[in-house]
């Protein structure tokens, strides 16, 4: 299983949107449609 994570560098961590975890390419395609045109999520295992 993997998500899809987008890191904000100009929030502080520990900030609640510094990262972002999007379940599937879909909802974060989504995401940056409506929030943050320019952004961009890499994709990440899930360990179980």
């Known amino acids: 299983m993997t998500v ?3 890191v904000n560098t100009s929030k502080q961590i520990g900030d609640k949107d510094h ?3 999007f379940a599937n ?3 974060a395609e989504k995401w940056f449609e409506e929030n943050d045109p320019e952004g ?3 994709e ?3 360990l179980e």
Request: aromatic share 20%.
């Open 4 to 6: 899809f994570v987008c």
């Open 19 to 21: 990262v972002k975890v």
């Open 25 to 27: 390419v879909d909802a």
């Open 40 to 42: 961009v999520a890499f």
């Open 44 to 46: 990440y295992e899930v």
